[in-house]
């Protein structure tokens, strides 16, 4: 009954990969997947994917890390704040998703039919 999705937006906001996993997976774990193979300058997110793995992944693929650190980090790293500002457009990715009544209230019981209400969703949110 409980769904995540996770996605990968552009410096657009448009969506470039999504996923759906079960309420209990934790943010960071399907963030390497979906970042995988994906070419960007930099990568933005929030203090839940401010992990060394994910971090690693990022900087492997040359892309320069914004993410600000967790609080009890040990080593707390610089990141560029004006440009962690432009995470926003992830926010409004998710909120122009949840304008859809069907995807804001989860109708569907299987996790087929609720990706692809998703799927079509994102399609168009793309020809906005």
Same mark, same amino acid.
């Given at each position: 009954?409980?769904? !995540? #999705? /996770?996605?990968?937006v552009?410096?657009?906001?448009?969506? *470039?990969?999504?996923? *759906?996993?079960?309420?209990? @997976?934790h943010? @960071?774990?399907?963030?390497?997947?979906? #970042?995988?193979?994906?070419?960007?300058? %930099?990568?933005?997110?929030?203090?839940?994917?401010?992990?060394?793995? %994910?971090?690693? #992944? &990022?900087c492997?693929?040359?892309? /320069?890390?914004?993410?600000?650190?967790?609080?009890?980090? /040990?080593?707390?790293r610089?990141y560029d704040?004006?440009?962690y !500002?432009?995470?926003?457009?992830?926010?409004?990715?998710?909120?122009?998703?949840?304008?859809?009544?069907?995807?804001?209230?989860?109708?569907?019981k *299987?996790?087929q039919?609720?990706?692809? &209400?998703?799927?079509?969703a994102?399609?168009?949110?793309?020809?906005q």
């Amino acid at each position: 009954m409980t769904t !995540k #999705i /996770h996605a990968v937006v552009d410096a657009l906001g448009n969506p *470039l990969r999504i996923l *759906l996993t079960g309420g209990n @997976v934790h943010d @960071v774990l399907p963030a390497a997947g979906l #970042i995988t193979g994906l070419s960007a300058e %930099f990568v933005l997110a929030d203090k839940a994917y401010d992990a060394n793995a %994910f971090i690693d #992944i &990022a900087c492997s693929q040359g892309s /320069h890390v914004v993410i600000p650190p967790r609080s009890n980090r /040990h080593d707390q790293r610089d990141y560029d704040r004006h440009i962690y !500002k432009e995470r926003h457009l992830v926010e409004c990715f998710f909120a122009k998703l949840k304008s859809y009544r069907r995807i804001s209230t989860r109708y569907d019981k *299987l996790s087929q039919s609720f990706k692809a &209400a998703v799927m079509i969703a994102a399609c168009l949110i793309w020809l906005q």
